[in-house]
């Protein structure tokens, strides 16, 4: 850009499902005062198995997914969620 500004952006990864695996990323974005979004993308889990490209088990899929829908993220990190699926 000709303002000399320059936007990072960092993407950590999509299998970090629970808070504690969250969290070490969250407490870095905040000792350095970086903005940090956790993006949450609503994935049924038989759609999740049919797209798998990394030979992940079913079985695992449905578990993770099952993590996840219990999994309660502490209320003052900022979250987003995406209602609808990506094309």
């Not at 629970?18 to 609503?42: F, K, M, T």
């Not at 198995?49 to 449905?62: E, G, W, Y």
Request: net charge negative; proline share 7%.
């Amino acid at each position: 850009r000709e303002s000399g500004y320059q936007e990072h952006v960092i993407i950590v990864d999509n299998t970090n499902i629970q808070a504690w695996e969250i969290a070490p990323y969250v407490a870095l974005a905040n000792a350095y005062s970086i903005e940090y979004e956790i993006i949450y993308i609503p994935c049924d889990p038989i759609v999740a198995i049919k797209r798998n490209m990394h030979s992940v088990p079913a079985k695992t899929i449905l578990n993770m997914h099952a993590m996840l829908m219990t999994e309660s993220l502490p209320s003052f990190w900022k979250m987003m969620v995406h209602l609808n699926e990506p094309e």
